[in-house]
Every structure is written in structure tokens, then in C-alpha cells.
């Protein structure tokens, strides 16, 4: 049984196939790089296995449980949780609230209860995670500035923390350096690279930054036109013929 499979997966949109019958086995403890062009399905791949869109057909199984079809707050309950392309956090919270409110979102507790109630015993042990999480990433010196305020680097770090909150398994993080100058994705690689290593969290990760993606990947996807084009290596896929080819005119390869 892998810890992650995914079977003949498609996604259409209309009469665009954005996902079409992707295989993919992840094992526990791996980082898995998915990259390729604009528009190749990485977000939709990400969208579909994390239950924000229900898949056209095929099937997502994680630790031998069908996963595909339910709903993603049931999804991310299992473990399986990913990030945004774009900054998801609340502009008005601090970084402490933020992260405290992230625990709640997948959790049965509601969200005024996260807001209100601070002093009850759960409500301390929440309190007391998300300040590990802090820790964990370095955003201690910003616990409590307003999520607005921060950097942009700091942003995307709050909202890989704001996914771990969450206790996932399996993280599928979608474009963490992008926007990023090259201290703060320095600061992401390690991040990524602490949560495998020290917390055991199998991760997916969608990159354009070619730097990144072969300082962290075990092993790379590579998507075109909604297939699965390549996987390997990173040393393979970087001298992979057909990925060359399908990034040709794109620039995004360039290591
Ligand atoms: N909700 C949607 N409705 C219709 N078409 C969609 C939807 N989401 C994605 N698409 C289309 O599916 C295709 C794949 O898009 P997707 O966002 O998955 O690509 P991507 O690989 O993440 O690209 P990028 O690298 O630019 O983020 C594109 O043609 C896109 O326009
Ligand atoms: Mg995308």
C-alpha cells in the first residue's frame, strides 16, 4: 500500500482538460517536486486531491483510504492539507490569531468559539501548538504584528504555518517561493526541508523556481497539458528531452 497514489485522474473544465489521467505514488517521508509550464494543471491537480474540486474521474487514495470525493474540510481532518498560490491569511489578525484560528478551521470547534473562548483547557493547548508552530518557522519576533504588516516572505511563511495548524501528514504546498527575493526563498527551502526532516511531513510541491525545486525534491513530476509528462530524478528530469522541450520558450527551467 503507498502512503499517497493517485490513479488515472482527470479534471475537465468544459471542454478543457486541465488533469488527464495522471498516475502519481508518493511515499511517506518523500518531498515530491510537480512542476511545468503555465497552465499545465498543477493548481488543478492540487485543487482536486485536496477536495476543493470533485476530480472528472479516477481515484486519490491516502494510506489506503479513498479520498477523492469527499469534502476538503474532511480531507484536511485526514491529513491532507495544502497551501494557496495566493496569500490566504487574515489581514486583521496578528500572526498568533491567525495560526490559532487556522487550528479551528478543519477542527469541529467553531470559529467564534477560536475567537472568544481563549481560556478554556483546549483553547490553552491550541494556543500553545501555534506558538510552537511560530517557533518552528522562525516568526517568533512577529507573533503579535497584524498579518498586513508583514513581509512578503513573512506572509508565505505565515501561511505554511497556518497549514501546519492543522496537523497535516501530507502537505502540498503551491508556488511557496514565488514573489520571493533569493534570502527568503534561502528561508522557505530550509522551512521545507525542517518539516520532512523534523516533523516527518510527506510533502508535494508545485514550484516554477527550478533553484528550489532541485534543492528539495526527492523525486519531480512533470505535468504538460494536464498529462503526466516525466518523472525521475531531479538530475533526470532537468536532462529530460521532452521536459526541454515542452518548457522551450518558457524560461522557468533555467536552473
Ligand atoms: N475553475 C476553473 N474553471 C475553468 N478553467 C480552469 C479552472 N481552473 C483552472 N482552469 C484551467 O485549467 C488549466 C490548468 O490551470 P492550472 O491553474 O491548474 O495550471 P497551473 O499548472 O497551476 O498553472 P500556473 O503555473 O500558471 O499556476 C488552465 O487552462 C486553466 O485556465
Ligand atoms: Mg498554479
Known sequence: MSFFSVK????????LQA?????????????????GPNGAGKTTFFNVVSGFYAPS???VEFKGQVISGLSSSKIAKMGVVRTFQRPALFPDFTVLENVVVARHLNA???LMNAIFRHNNKAEAGNLKRAKEIIDF???????DNLAANLSHGHQRVLGVAMALATEPELLMLDEPVAGMNSGEKAIMVD????IRDDWGITILLVEHDMKTVMNLCDKITVLDFGEKLAEGLPEEIIHNKKVIEAYLGADEIVA
Open 8 to 15: 488515472k485522474l482527470s479534471k475537465s473544465f468544459g471542454g
Open 19 to 35: 488533469n488527464h489521467m495522471i498516475d502519481l505514488e508518493v511515499e511517506k517521508g518523500e518531498i515530491r517536486g510537480v512542476i
Open 57 to 59: 474521474s479516477g481515484t
Open 108 to 110: 469541529d470547534a467553531s
Open 137 to 143: 518557522l522562525g516568526l517568533e519576533q512577529e507573533q
Open 191 to 194: 522551512h521545507v526541508k525542517k
